[in-house]
């Protein structure tokens, strides 16, 4: 039955299939839709989605969230700890990320995940992360970064989120991948 699910286009009025992927947004369940005309992606609620496409859902903003609270757990530089917090989480998993982690003698860490399918939209970081500091731009065609700070009492890093637009980002815009910086406390 969800294979039949349309939706019309909003850029193009074109009649558009179900993703097969759903996303929580304010306690409502979305299914997002693809249009095979003008390429736009869009999601699109009705009441029977709560309990029509609950088994297709992801918070992704959330997943985000969770993975960096336990990437603060980490101590800087322990590549195997990292790993260990990425599989305990689920998140990269559940989103269907491509990993690479750079773990490095300096105080320094990085994991940076590459979301071909689950990213969550720009509102829903800002909503699950708070306001975003806005990253300088290097050029005209450079990529837009927005960062925020994920900070637990106690732990021994703090991490740092960066998520990276192809455009300036709309509230519907999602990001084409999220790099997260473990930083240690001084």
């Not at 306001?131 to 837009?144: F, I, K, Q, S, V």
């Not at 732990?155 to 509230?171: E, G, L, M, T």
Request: one cysteine or more; charged letters at 25%; aromatic letters at 8%.
């Amino acid at each position: 039955m969800k294979r039949d699910l349309w939706a019309e286009c909003p850029p193009c009025s074109r009649d558009s299939p179900y993703t097969g992927r759903a996303e929580v947004d304010r306690g409502r369940l979305y299914g997002l839709f693809a249009c095979p005309q003008c390429h736009a992606d869009f999601a699109v609620w009705r009441p029977a989605f709560d309990e029509l496409l609950a088994e297709d859902a992801v918070d992704a903003a959330g997943l985000l969230h969770d993975l960096a609270s336990r990437l603060c757990r980490v101590p800087p530089g322990g590549k195997v700890a990292m790993e260990t917090a990425l599989g305990d989480s689920g998140a990269a998993a559940a989103l269907e990320a491509e990993v690479t982690i750079h773990a490095s003698p300096r105080p320094c860490a990085t994991v940076d995940l590459h979301l071909p399918r689950w990213a969550p939209q720009f509102d829903h970081l800002e909503e699950r992360f708070g306001p975003p500091e806005t990253m300088p731009r290097t050029g005209p065609d450079a990529l837009h970064f927005y960062a925020w700070k994920v900070r637990v009492p106690g732990s021994p890093s703090d991490v740092s989120v960066f998520a990276r637009f192809r455009h300036k980002p709309q509230p519907y815009s999602r990001p084409t991948g999220v790099l997260m910086r473990l930083d240690p406390r001084a």
